[in-house]
């Protein structure tokens, strides 16, 4: 497994960016997709994003051409970058690695990732 850690969340308005950073240690960062997911209270995590070993992205179509999912290997680093922001983003969101090493599907459910960061919270205000 590898180790997550999340930071970059905060308050801010609604229409505005905030830009998430989830760092890795462990197992060879490069070899494995990262995702991006969000929970907000009372509601089940959700898949947001997520950028394969390859370095091609995907996303949910809640956030699609909002923000993007990028990362920097020579750092074991991924980054959420969030533009337009809406309050219905608000949530506490995960990084998580992939569980399949060199994999070139599509992770878009919970069990496809087993290692998770602690989470960083995003408020949107109206």
């Known amino acids: 497994q590898v180790q997550l850690v999340e930071s970059g969340g905060g308050l801010v308005q609604a229409g505005g960016s905030l830009r998430l950073s989830c760092a890795a240690s462990?197992?060879?960062?490069?070899?494995?997709?990262v995702g991006w997911f969000r929970q907000a209270p009372g509601k089940e995590r959700e898949f947001v994003g997520a950028i394969r070993w390859s370095i091609s992205t995907y996303y949910s179509d809640a956030v699609k051409d909002r923000f993007m999912v990028s990362r920097d290997n020579t750092k074991s680093m991924a980054y959420l970058q969030m533009n337009f922001l809406k309050p219905e983003d608000t949530a506490v969101y995960y990084c998580?690695?992939?569980?399949?090493?060199?994999?070139?599907?599509?992770?878009?459910?919970?069990?496809?990732?087993?290692?998770w960061g602690q989470g960083t919270q995003v408020t949107v205000s109206s």
């Open positions: 998580a690695a992939e569980r399949r090493k060199y994999y070139s599907g599509t992770s878009r459910l919970l069990d496809d990732y087993d290692s």
């Open positions: 462990g197992r060879a960062f490069s070899s494995y997709g």
